[in-house]
């Protein structure tokens, strides 16, 4: 069943309430957020789903406040900036990983995080193509830091 557009106060979400599979998502109108000191408001375009989304859904990881609104990786454009935002403004397309490890709530209109949490989207990449990376790319980034310092270990011990 269709849910109107949101309200000015309210907005779309896609929520569950216990764990499970697919089933368990409803789309629901919720709460608006806030952003707070140095957060940005981000209108979401797209939303990335990876291995931590359908787990946290599955095994009901951080379901300790029903509704939960999963979701990390979004891309968006910034609709509002907190007190003491200096890298966006309004109207700023950027795209990342917000509060992850914590809830986001990237499953929803808008979702709020510390600016820190988001980059600018590059022009040349629409907004599906941008939300697809941020958890997958900082495993990457993870693993090729995590291998160069191995291979640094590895050469001190070789020329010791």
Partial sequence: MPIA???ASGQRAIIQESPGGPEVLRLAEVDRPEPMLTEV???VHAA???PTDWKSRTHGRL???PPAILGWDVSGVVEAVGPGVTRFRPGDEVFGMPRFPRKAG???EYVTAPSRHFTRKPAGLDH?????PP???RRATDRKRTLGANDAAQRRREDG
């Fill in 5 to 7: 557009a949101s309200s």
């Fill in 41 to 43: 408001l981000v209108r």
């Fill in 48 to 50: 990335g789903v990876n």
């Fill in 63 to 65: 379901l300790d406040d």
């Fill in 106 to 108: 990237g499953y929803a």
């Fill in 128 to 132: 599906v193509h941008a939300a697809a």
């Fill in 135 to 137: 958890l997958r790319g």
